[in-house]
């Protein structure tokens, strides 16, 4: 069975993926507000991504027999305050990073308790979170170069359009 510390820790990741989903939803709207459709869609995308994170690591916690538990989910309030589509990376970037530490924090605790099997699983999440990082310094650096010019900045919020959810874990 799981540590309880280690139970706690999925518990409270759990959280922060509903609020990763919560949060990429207020971006998402403001997205639409601004008028960029495509990365509206992309912010979305990434959305049901976290909720499937989410729903991922109860199945590991209910298998495992522990009792997840379930608090308050922060407000994402601040996401009306990015007014552009370079502030909206630089939100993505810094909180991609932030849940980085947060993974690797359970990575750390697994190891130290010894749980084979949940550091196993949550080397999952460290591989996604190198890819989630270099997503979103990729196009943060992209916007960059082309902020200043709407033709290129339309052409972007094209490609982002293209991008459907795929769901990672479909025999879960
Ligand atoms: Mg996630």
């Known amino acids: 069975m799981i540590t309880e510390n ?4 999925l ?9 990763s989903a919560y949060l990429y939803l207020a971006m998402s709207a403001k ?8 990365l509206q869609n992309w912010l979305f995308v990434q959305a049901q991504e976290e909720m499937a994170h989410a729903t991922h690591m109860y199945e590991h916690l209910i298998e495992r027999g522990a ?10 309030e601040d996401a009306k305050e ?15 990073e932030y849940v980085t530490s947060l993974i690797n924090n359970i990575a750390s605790l697994a190891m130290k308790e010894n749980d084979h099997a ?7 999440y460290v591989n996604e979170q190198v890819e989630e990082v270099d997503v979103a310094n990729t196009l943060l650096k992209k916007v960059k170069l082309i ?11 094209t490609e982002l359009a293209a991008r459907v959810f795929i769901n990672p874990f479909p025999a879960a």
């Not at 280690?6 to 820790?9: F, N």
């Not at 997205?31 to 495509?38: E, F, I, R, S, W």
């Not at 009792?67 to 994402?76: D, N």
């Open 82 to 96: 990015l007014n552009d589509v370079r502030p909206i990376f630089e939100k993505v970037l810094s909180h991609e």
């Open 6 to 9: 280690l139970a706690k820790a």
């Open 118 to 124: 949940t550091y196993t699983f949550i080397s999952w």
């Open 31 to 38: 997205a639409d507000d601004l008028g960029y459709k495509g």
């Open 147 to 157: 902020e200043n010019n709407p033709g290129q900045l339309y052409d972007l919020d």
């Open 67 to 76: 009792l997840p538990s379930f608090g308050a989910i922060a407000a994402a």
């Open 11 to 19: 518990s409270d990741q759990i959280n922060a993926e509903f609020y």
